[in-house]
């Protein structure tokens, strides 16, 4: 069951001898049972930071995260997290590295059902050499699911990927979302991304970062990348990173960054 998550003032500095470094800046978010929100933001800015304290792999300096009424102190079993690289374990199988995601459940389900969720059926023998780059994000997520997370973190998954295989995990991502029904946050750097996949877009400012914006996706899920309704808000988030003078020969199917602003 998809879990609600509450960052409440939360702010993150590291420190490095005498030097502080503040990345994140009194960040509010409440994100509801089964949302998809996505965090768009400029290089460096702090969303991965934001995703590791959710995910209780660090902790804020001040503020706090709750995923449902409890605070998140540790490493959180309700949450499950895929990075940009898959992680796999090379002298494992696919099925293996899949099984590993429920390590911590009493009487772990089986990967066969993951796999046939993520179209892996056939590869569960195989080992992640023998996978294209796609495949292997593809066993990522389904490593992510076994554990029947309340909340997914997506860190970038798909951005080494080539664009039409990362149109076609952006299609995965989304029946899979539909069928688990998890809460899911999602770092990207791509505003087109984004607006297929989420239903609210949090613009963060540059670092110390900060909620510039909250911008609603109000379209059903799944969606068409073509559709005319997404292009004044994408109009809108692209303005908030000063490209407004590109809108209008922007196409609903390229692929807009906004990464290194």
Same mark, same amino acid.
């Given at each position: ?15 490095? %001898? ?5 990345? !994140? ?8 049972? =089964? ?10 800015? %702090? ?8 995910? =209780? ?10 995923? %449902? ?39 772990? @389900? ?16 195989? #080992? ?18 076994? =554990?029947? @997370? ?21 299609? $995965? ?22 607006? #297929? ?21 109000? $379209? ?19 303005? #908030?990173?000063?490209?407004?003078? !590109? ?15």
């Amino acid at each position: 069951m998809a879990e609600s998550v509450t960052v409440a003032q939360v702010s993150k500095v590291f420190r490095t %001898g005498q030097t502080a470094l503040p990345v !994140l800046d009194h960040i509010d978010l409440q994100i509801g049972h =089964g949302e998809f929100l996505a965090v768009l933001g400029p290089s460096g800015c %702090g969303k991965s930071t934001l995703l590791r304290l959710i995910a =209780g792999l660090d902790g804020p300096t001040t503020g706090k995260v709750r995923l %449902g009424a409890r605070d998140v102190t540790a490493v959180d079993p309700r949450c499950a997290v895929v990075f940009q690289e898959p992680r796999l374990f090379p002298w494992q199988t696919v099925g293996d590295n899949v099984a590993i995601g429920a390590r911590r459940i009493p009487n772990p @389900p089986a990967p066969d059902a993951l796999l046939r969720l993520v179209g892996l059926e056939a590869f569960a023998g195989a #080992y992640p050499h023998q996978l294209s780059g796609g495949m292997a994000q593809r066993a990522a997520l389904a490593r992510a699911l076994i =554990g029947h @997370p309340e909340v997914l973190l997506l860190d970038e998954p798909f951005a080494s990927l080539d664009a039409l295989t990362r149109m076609q995990m952006q299609d $995965l991502l989304a029946e899979v979302c539909q069928a688990v029904q998890p809460t899911v946050v999602m770092v990207t750097h791509e505003v087109d991304e984004a607006l #297929y996949l989420a239903d609210r877009i949090v613009v963060m400012s540059p670092r110390p970062a900060a909620v510039r914006a909250v911008v609603e996706v109000p $379209l059903p899920r799944p969606r068409d990348r073509g559709d005319a309704a997404l292009a004044p808000l994408r109009a809108t988030i692209l303005a #908030y990173f000063g490209f407004s003078h !590109l809108v209008p020969r922007a196409s609903a199917d390229t692929p807009t960054t906004v990464g290194g602003v």
